[in-house]
């Protein structure tokens, strides 16, 4: 498979999300429009997020929408998600494609312009680049890039992009004039009353500038 449409993309946050629950928020997310969901929970140990990923992608199943799994390679290959996403701080991607093997999607997060240039297309298939803004969702971000720095990040990184940090509807705009092929939103969805209106309302958003 190997390929994501990065233009709409979820990343769940449990406490966000308590409201209504990670599920039902992924759901509702998809049925707005959301192209891919990552279950990311830094307080979940791997059986959890085996529980959770196995009944996302049951919720997932015959959408469009990919599952991806945030750090835990083995909660990745257990539920059968369709890709990891890791930091710099988690392995190396190297190791993490020997461990997911050649099918599943592998994202790996870029802060820098050093490490966008260091990717290495043969083995990460799609790059995670910011913070582009501060972001309570995320309390060990490296300093916010802006847009700027967003367009010289994408310039040089030689896989798709997606822009994460602190987005909104508001900034849809910037974010695919600065080169990137998508948004990842976290507070803009999770949380939200209405989280299938809010999805919808990002797409539609991303549908007048992006196709």
Same mark, same amino acid.
């Given at each position: 498979m190997r390929y994501l449409d990065l233009s709409l993309y979820l990343v769940l946050d449990p406490h966000l999300c308590a409201a209504v629950g990670m599920v039902e928020t992924a759901r509702a997310a998809v049925a707005g429009g959301a192209t891919v969901?990552?279950?990311?929970?830094? %307080? /979940?140990? #791997? /059986?959890?997020?085996?529980?959770t990923g196995r009944v996302l992608k049951a919720a997932l199943a015959g959408t469009r929408a990919r599952l991806i799994v945030n750090d835990d390679v083995a909660a990745a290959i257990a539920i059968g998600a369709d890709g990891l996403h890791i930091g710099q701080?988690?392995?190396?991607? *190297? #190791?993490?494609?020997?461990? $997911? %093997?050649?099918?599943?999607?592998? %994202? *790996?997060?870029?802060? #820098?312009?050093?490490?966008? !240039?260091?990717? &290495?297309?043969?083995?990460? &298939?799609? !790059?995670?680049? %910011?913070?582009?803004?501060? =972001?309570? =969702?995320k309390a060990d971000h490296k300093l916010p890039i802006g847009f700027d720095g967003? !367009?010289?990040?994408?310039? $040089?990184?030689?896989v798709p992009a997606v822009a994460i940090g602190g987005l909104k509807a508001d900034h849809v705009g910037d974010v695919f004039a600065a080169g990137a092929n998508g948004l990842a939103v976290v507070s803009a969805i999770c949380g939200m009353p209405d989280p299938k209106a809010a999805t919808r309302a990002l797409a539609e958003s991303i549908g007048k500038v992006h196709r």
């Amino acid at each position: 498979m190997r390929y994501l449409d990065l233009s709409l993309y979820l990343v769940l946050d449990p406490h966000l999300c308590a409201a209504v629950g990670m599920v039902e928020t992924a759901r509702a997310a998809v049925a707005g429009g959301a192209t891919v969901v990552q279950l990311r929970d830094k %307080g /979940a140990d #791997t /059986a959890r997020m085996i529980e959770t990923g196995r009944v996302l992608k049951a919720a997932l199943a015959g959408t469009r929408a990919r599952l991806i799994v945030n750090d835990d390679v083995a909660a990745a290959i257990a539920i059968g998600a369709d890709g990891l996403h890791i930091g710099q701080e988690d392995m190396d991607a *190297l #190791t993490a494609r020997a461990l $997911i %093997g050649r099918d599943m999607v592998l %994202g *790996l997060s870029v802060e #820098t312009e050093p490490l966008a !240039a260091a990717i &290495d297309p043969a083995i990460v &298939d799609y !790059a995670g680049v %910011g913070p582009v803004f501060a =972001t309570p =969702t995320k309390a060990d971000h490296k300093l916010p890039i802006g847009f700027d720095g967003l !367009a010289r990040l994408v310039r $040089i990184c030689p896989v798709p992009a997606v822009a994460i940090g602190g987005l909104k509807a508001d900034h849809v705009g910037d974010v695919f004039a600065a080169g990137a092929n998508g948004l990842a939103v976290v507070s803009a969805i999770c949380g939200m009353p209405d989280p299938k209106a809010a999805t919808r309302a990002l797409a539609e958003s991303i549908g007048k500038v992006h196709r």
